[in-house]
């Protein structure tokens, strides 16, 4: 095979993978699946993967791989912490929609293996980072440009806002009586929503 033909037809095991663990899971893939959907022989999947543990890393890695630089890209600015919200939300949101598996996928699997986000983002996160963005916010709380709050609490008020409205769009939908168009109409005014629902609440 020449080098162009295997990273196409490595490209093609990822994304037929990717498909069938977002709707099976680890536990209820099976390697023959992969290799129908991919449209290739069992043998040659495990000529590139030798098993489904080894194929799940590779996905899994991939997933960590489009998500962990771009969060830490914004979160290690000098940018004021405003900014860093409004990034935040506004890039995570476009992100989680055009790549709505990754939340379910994700939140599944470390119900099956808690360690696995963990050691996905060993190597692709600072170790001081967290350090850094409490800093900035005990920094503004003490010069009194916004409100004492728990760092732990804001992000996770940013990251429920988020990523809720995505994974939970079947319920939603229904809720709020929206189609597929209009639905995503509403995701997309979240990506600057969700900050200023944020920066309105912590603000003085």
């Known amino acids: 095979m020449t080098k162009v033909k295997e990273q196409n037809t490595e490209t093609v095991i990822l994304e037929a993978a990717k498909e ?10 099976r390697m023959q699946e ?12 495990h000529y590139y993967y030798r098993s489904k543990d ?3 890393s590779a996905v899994f890695a991939s997933a960590i791989n489009l998500m962990a630089p771009k969060i830490m890209k914004i979160i290690n600015t ?7 919200i409004e990034n935040f939300t506004y890039k995570y949101i476009d992100f989680i929609s055009k790549h709505s598996y990754m939340p379910l996928f994700i939140i599944n699997e470390l119900n099956r293996n808690p360690n696995l986000l963990k050691d996905a983002f060993a190597n692709k996160i600072e170790n001081n980072i967290e350090q850094k963005l409490v800093a900035q916010i005990d920094d503004l709380i003490a010069k009194g440009e ?4 728990n760092p732990e609490q804001l ?3 940013i990251i429920s806002l988020s990523v809720f409205p995505v994974i ?3 319920l939603l939908k229904n809720i709020l009586q929206k189609d597929d168009k209009s639905y995503k109409q509403l995701i997309k005014e ?4 969700v900050a200023e629902f944020v920066i309105n609440a912590i603000k003085l």
């Open 54 to 56: 080894k194929l799940f």
């Open 34 to 45: 992969i290799a129908d959907k991919a449209g290739i022989n069992k043998a040659m999947l």
């Open 146 to 149: 916004i409100r004492s709050i």
């Open 190 to 193: 979240r990506q600057t929503c």
């Open 155 to 157: 992000l996770l008020h």
């Open 78 to 84: 000098e940018d004021h912490l405003f900014a860093k």
């Open 168 to 170: 939970g769009k079947p």
């Open 20 to 29: 069938v663990f977002q709707h099976k899971g680890m536990a209820g893939a």
